[in-house]
């Protein structure tokens, strides 16, 4: 399972790019996310938590795989 996460960095990264940004006006949508959380902003409901968790996992597995591809050549 771990090799497969490392070998599919391209995947996590188109998927950053489209569902992990998406959609893109005014502001990436997990930036407008991520400033709501760090300023204390964010009305904890369950379909914002589920928002937040749809649009941050593609960046969870991109920088998950990418530390496996630095671990394994190091």
Do not use: C
């Amino acid at each position: 399972m771990i090799d497969i996460i490392r070998r599919r960095w391209m995947l996590f990264l188109l998927a950053s790019l489209t569902l992990g940004l998406a959609p893109f006006t005014p502001e990436p949508h997990i930036w407008e996310k991520i400033r709501w959380i760090t300023r204390g902003e964010f009305p904890m409901q369950a379909t914002y938590v589920f928002d937040v968790f749809i649009h941050g996992v593609p960046w969870l597995f991109l920088i998950f795989s990418l530390l496996l591809n630095l671990k394994r050549r190091n």
